[in-house]
């Protein structure tokens, strides 16, 4: 990276961090359930906690409530019972798509969560170029969002929540829009921040092998009002590498979500 | 018009430095890249209206309309009499100064006001629906109705004529910055209110940005209109001086000068064309190295 006169750098931090609070969730739900004013029922009761170190993945149909579980989990929406324990200081968001503001370039749409968190020009143009170069996107820094892949702006949009140097990520289906190449390279990406960094993630997802991969436990949702019908611990160790889709343990796995998961669908 | 797609396609999802490479090596945006079309396609247009309009003046007039050839006279007459004539070209240069100053001081106003409205509208739907149809009633006013009130309201002056022109141009800035500042896309909002950011800054960092390229259409449009609606306003309110182009072309129409006419017509066409331009202009200077569809 660059030199150590920064504090954020985020290298140093996360050992830290992960001794520090390895028995508090970062993220805990109780009892949360939500019913939307129009009368949708979209989350039934659901109680679970993400500690520190923890990469949980919810796997489940379209249309079950997965986003309304993430929406609830950052605060944008306020669930209709239960409670929900996370400091919100320290959430970091990737969204669906990649929300970059197409009149920024990378460089200052990365800057954004740090100008709005009002800070310094220098210092958040130091952090700014860190999370790029994090991201595998040295040398784009000037381009436009017109001028970027889809892949390359979903960088860009990991890259910017990296800047605030977030404790619990929220992922949003991130790769839901990308090709299946691209969305294993950047899985590829989120692992290796993962195994730096040693954050607490919720991601949300439809892709099974996804799912497996990127997690530590892999949470199945049942069909409206979506429900946690099971949850899979992952055993694979970290380093992750690329082959481990291939490997006959990580198919059975697989084959097991997917039962889970026909099994809510009905 | 080949920069409305970006020529930067980007060669898969690869690791960063090689793809900067092919990035690098890509050529420069084909903006520069002329295309005779479009100079000759608008020539070859005015020549045959300018043949057309020698023939209507030779022959038509009298065979289609039943009138004498001189009530539209042959362009050469029309370059000799009204711009090559130095009293008549001082005359019509004169009163299109008035005019271009009476549209630039209206459209500025068109636009603080409509902008102004449009960030109110945009705030809250109730007072979308408080302001926006009489937006649109006063969009579908005829001028000539509300002539009395105007002159009854408004001393003598430059008053009633920059009122006139407001009233015409204002409706297109209003309704496009209030889309404009609609179309951030929900998604942004969430990143927005994520970071508790206050009304303001998602104004000044979200809405506005993400409305530039329809604020500037507005503004394109509004400007031909600004032009428009001064010259309809000198027809209606001439006195307090500053006899504006459509002042002199009424005043030779009395003379039954069409050359002069003429002449003064051509002017007020190019100095909408000059307006049109010039906002096209600035709309690419201002959005076109992010915006999609510039053009």
Known sequence: MHDSTQPETPAPTMVTRMNDSVSRPALSFNGVSMVYPDGTHALGETTFDVHPGEFVTVVGPSGCGKSTLLKIASGLNAPTTGSVTVDRTKVGYVFQDATLLQWRNVQHNVELLAELAGVSKTERAQRATDAINMVGLGGFERKYPKQLSGGMKMRASLARTLVLDPSMFLFDEPFGAVDEITRERLNDEVISLFERQRFAALFITHSISEAVFLSTKVMVMSARPGRIVASIDIPFEYPRVPDLRFEPEFARISGEISHALRGAHA | ?295
């Open chain 2, 1 to 295: 018009m080949s920069d409305l797609h970006n020529p930067f396609i980007v060669p898969g999802e690869d690791a960063g430095a090689v793809e900067h490479h092919i990035l690098d090596a890509a050529p420069p945006t084909p903006n520069a890249k002329f295309q005779w079309s479009t100079l000759i396609g608008p020539l070859v247009t005015f020549v045959l209206f300018l043949l057309f309009w020698q023939y209507m003046h030779e022959s038509g007039m009298r065979t289609f309309f039943d009138k004498p050839g001189f009530m539209l006279p042959s362009p050469v007459t029309v370059v000799d009499q009204a711009f090559l004539t130095a009293k008549a070209r001082g005359k019509l240069i004169n009163g299109l100064g008035w005019t271009a100053l009476v549209a630039s001081i209206g459209l500025a106003i068109t636009i603080v006001l409509g902008m102004t409205l449009a960030m109110i509208m945009a705030r809250a739907k109730w007072a979308e629906h408080a302001v926006y149809p009489y937006l649109v009633a006063l969009q579908a006013t005829p001028v000539l109705a509300i002539v009395p009130v105007i002159a009854a309201v408004f001393p003598d002056g430059i008053g009633p004529r920059l009122f006139v022109c407001v009233m015409i141009s204002i409706f297109p800035v209003a309704s496009n910055t209030l889309f404009g500042l609609l179309s951030a896309d929900s998604g942004q909002h969430d990143l927005f209110t994520l970071s508790g950011a206050s009304r303001f800054t998602r104004l000044r960092k979200l809405q506005l940005p993400a409305a530039m390229p329809a604020i500037f259409t507005g503004f394109r449009i509004s400007a031909g209109l600004s032009v428009i609606g001064a010259v309809v306003g000198e027809q209606f309110f001439r006195s307090g001086g500053m006899p504006g182009i459509g002042i002199v072309i009424e005043e030779y129409r009395q003379k039954i000068r069409f050359p002069q006419i003429y002449g003064g017509l051509v002017l007020v066409a190019a100095l909408g064309i000059a307006v049109f331009l010039f906002f096209g202009w600035l709309t690419k200077v201002v959005v076109g190295h992010w915006h999609e569809s510039t053009r």
